[in-house]
């Protein structure tokens, strides 16, 4: 009966299971390779690390990182600028609040945990502005603000009205900004970063309220420009596909950066249908997905893999492609990741 059973595995390319064995292997690697041999989540997670070892050790990939959620108010922000420095992430695309805590971190700020026994009616009276389970004091971005402004000053009265994205922006942070920031990081490393829903966040309403006194000071504003980015970023895909590059993303969460980096592929199809170019298609090739949001819920955060190919914005693993979704908080499964990638000597 046994040798039956193999057979049949055999022929139908079924993988045998293997008990997790926590008592060998020295690292968080070994641990990740005996998971992928199990179930449920954690067999998820190990087959993500091996994916994610695949197209960091590919030379042709290159790789980008959407990040949402509160991750650099949650302390990974050094996990970021890690995952920069060590070469792993080729362009990052962000929500604004993450980039905003995590340069408060940078300048010296704290975050604090929050006290169960303290109403949220307390903390507004004393300007606390709860995540979850962490503070964000308001006097750090008002402080924040205070340094932001004199950067934007110089920032404006070098482009004269001349427009710019995002990415320009962050990129005068990060060559202006002291210390190992994530913006310092990426500048240094020539890794860009785009917010798409820029004016969704802190970062945003400082860069209204600067646009504000430049206008009632008679001096040209900052000309924030939203499709300068979304040209920058397909510049950038489509450059790496006419090399023969392979395009890969890691996406920590969900939210606006994950649909907005994956978009990619759909607006050249719709630029080669209704305005007549003729650019090669754009597809991801690899992809890792580390949030809790199942696909039932029907919004973008939680759909597959496989739903994106009907889209368009990836390429089918008929074709090639591998992909690995994990629905666990991130800030679990992202540094279990990470860890395992360090061990495996990348």
Known sequence: ??????????RLNLSPMSPLDISHGENVSSLMKGMAGTAFTGRSLGEAADVLEEMLRDPKCSVIMTLSGAMTMAGLGGLIVES????????????????GHGMVENLGMRHYKTNPRISDEEYFEH???????????????????????????????????????SVDILSFFGGCLPGEGILQMAH????????????????????AVHHYLREQAGTPPIRYDAFIDLERYREFCQSRVAAGQKLAILTIGGGVPRNWAQQVGPYVDIRNTRIGKNDPAIRFDYGIRICPDPVHYGHLSGCTYSEGVSWGKFRSPMDGGRFAEVLIDATVGWPLLARAMIDRGL
């Open 1 to 10: 009966m046994e040798d039956m059973t193999d057979k049949i595995a055999e």
């Open 84 to 99: 920069i420095r060590r070469g792993w992430i080729d362009f990052l695309v962000s929500t604004g609040a993450l980039v």
């Open 127 to 165: 300007r606390l502005n709860r995540v979850y389970d962490t503070l964000e004091p308001e006097e750090n971005l008002n402080e924040m603000e205070l340094i932001l402004r004199k950067i934007l000053n110089d920032f404006a009265d070098r482009l004269q009205g001349a427009p710019v994205g």
């Open 188 to 207: 240094q490393h020539q890794v860009p970063i785009i917010i798409p829903a820029l004016t969704d966040s802190e970062l945003g309403l400082d860069l």
